[in-house]
């Protein structure tokens, strides 16, 4: 009785956190979306200002790089970060919208972007998941919780049996 009473509960545990993953990811996309946008908007001015001066990207850029002037240096690396970074995201994000609910988790995993992750786990508040997705998640942790827990019962209750001692 106790023994499925814990694997019950180990479960229904799994079933509640895996549940979550699809509200993380999605929150996660969110968040990612308004990187995308922030750092499109700063790329657009620094093309605006360069192609006011008559200048191409890698112009201006390399403007940056033959000053003389460590300050300018410096602003043009956090510029080329800049650019390095709203590629990366921007594909992280466009690969998270084409992706399958099973392809989603491993997506976000591989190539999150630690900043972003950071302010979403800050910001997560937890949510009932009212979607198939959500559904699917939460049946999943609930077998592979109830399953994790009844193999650890198992491998208990085999450490706690005398062993027989053979007849000879």
Same mark, same amino acid.
């Given at each position: ?60 850029? +390399?403007?940056?790089? @033959?000053? $003389? =002037?460590?300050?300018?240096?410096? /602003?043009?690396?956090?510029?080329? #970060?800049?650019?390095? !970074?709203?590629?990366?995201?921007? +594909?992280?994000?466009? @690969?998270? $919208? =084409?992706?399958?609910?099973?392809? /989603?988790?491993?997506?976000?995993? #591989?190539?999150?972007? !630690? ?54």
């Amino acid at each position: 009785m106790i023994r499925r009473a814990l694997i019950v509960v180990a479960g229904l545990s799994g079933a509640v956190g895996a549940s979550q993953a699809p509200e993380l990811m999605q929150q996660y996309t969110q968040r990612l979306g308004g990187a995308v946008q922030e750092l499109t908007a700063v790329i657009e001015d620094f093309e605006a200002d360069a192609a006011r001066e008559g200048l191409s990207l890698d112009m201006a850029l +390399a403007r940056y790089s @033959a000053s $003389q =002037d460590g300050f300018f240096n410096r /602003r043009g690396l956090s510029m080329e #970060r800049t650019f390095a !970074r709203h590629e990366r995201i921007t +594909a992280h994000r466009r @690969a998270l $919208q =084409d992706a399958t609910a099973f392809e /989603r988790p491993a997506l976000f995993w #591989r190539y999150h972007d !630690r900043a972003l992750l950071d302010g979403t786990l800050d910001d997560y508040r937890p949510a009932v998941p009212t979607t198939t997705e959500g559904a699917v998640y939460a049946f999943l942790g609930f077998v592979l919780g109830g399953g994790a827990m009844a193999l650890l019962l198992g491998i208990l209750r085999r450490l706690r049996r005398p062993r027989r001692a053979s007849v000879q």
